[in-house]
């Protein structure tokens, strides 16, 4: 087996290049050939990733976070090519869902004697994710932890970013479309995620399935600075889904627009535009050593009324 461990050296303030030697002493253990390379920049992950493919590795280990796995997803695009994940990063969450343990030691003996799982692959426009895209409150909260704060970790970056937007940020009017079903609204915040969590272990979408080929999406309506601060305790355990202006939704098909280009992450990267496009591609990528429930895609229901009633109470 050829495997390519592609290590971002600066993730998680360094942290993946301090566990360099656990990581190569684990998998000597292994009956491999490894070629073990640190990216330079970005994007350079991205085009390891490509390189990967191209030379016929058999498995790609990512040593980083969310965002360079994402690099690394859009190398491969919609090639099947094995991937491991090391969660070295600030936030880890797309790790978490996928139950790879914290200690990359431990994370390296899972994958190489774990099973391939599938998991969704997303696409928001022309790029791909595998975590979450934050469109509003979300988006100016990840411009802030790159422009200032990561040099704290997880949820301690988000909380300090979340303080400062707070008194900065204003919501805008947003025009949502889930498979067909439309809402307009004055928006705080949309979340439209694959996995359960995002920010380094906040329940944003507490129900979602990285493998059962749908969005979870998170729609907050604009709430005031009282309101903001009596949700943010009830997002760590996803309790502000019970929440009267928030909705929580699925879909496989998203668009959504505003007439102002907003900030928006995906998988912790910043970006600006005022049209986004999703889809999802049911079970396209495969993750080895990822402790998920297999499951089917599910097909959406018949019946959309209940939904029709969110979109209602959202407009």
């Known amino acids: 087996m050829k495997v390519k461990v592609i290590m971002n050296p600066i993730a998680g303030r360094g942290r993946a290049l301090k566990k360099k030697p656990q990581i190569l002493k684990a998998l000597l253990e292994y009956d491999a050939e490894f070629h073990l390379e640190e990216t330079k920049g970005p994007n350079h992950a991205t085009e390891l990733a490509r390189q990967a493919v191209e030379a016929g590795f058999d498995l790609i280990i990512v040593a980083g976070g969310d965002g360079t796995l994402n690099q690394v997803v859009n190398g491969l695009g919609e090639k099947q090519v094995p991937i491991g994940v090391l969660g070295l990063g600030t936030g880890n969450d ?3 869902a996928l139950r790879m343990p914290p200690d990359p030691m431990a994370a ?3 994958i190489m ?10 696409r928001v426009n022309q790029r791909y994710f595998v975590s979450s895209v934050g469109v509003g409150f ?3 909260v990840a411009f802030h932890v790159n422009q200032g704060f990561r040099r704290l970790r997880g949820k301690a970056a988000y909380l300090c970013s ?4 707070l008194f900065s940020y204003q919501s805008r009017r947003v025009k949502l479309n889930v498979d067909g079903l ?3 609204f004055n928006s705080l915040l949309v979340a439209v995620t694959n996995s359960p969590t995002y920010g380094g272990g906040f329940k944003i ?3 979602a399935l990285v493998n059962d080929g749908l969005f979870d999406i998170c729609a907050a309506q604009h709430m005031s600075i009282p309101e903001i601060l009596c949700c943010l305790p009830l997002l760590m355990p996803g309790w502000h889904r019970n929440l009267k202006k928030v909705r929580m939704l699925k879909g496989r098909q998203i668009i959504l627009e505003s007439d102002q280009p907003f900030h928006y992450q995906l998988d912790g990267e910043v970006l600006t535009d005022k049209t986004l496009r999703f889809t999802i591609f049911p079970q396209a990528l495969l993750f080895k050593g990822a402790k998920v429930e297999p499951t089917s895609p599910v097909a959406l229901a018949e019946d959309v009324s209940p939904r029709v009633k969110e979109a209602e109470a959202l407009a």
Not at 113 to 122: P, T
Not at 162 to 165: D, E
């Open 205 to 207: 979408n507490p129900e």
């Open 162 to 165: 979340v303080f400062k937007t």
């Open 113 to 122: 004697r774990g099973e391939i799982q599938k998991i969704d692959l997303c």
């Open 108 to 110: 390296v003996h899972q």
């Open 94 to 96: 797309f790790a978490a």
């Open 182 to 184: 439309v809402m307009e």
């Open 138 to 140: 979300d988006g100016e």
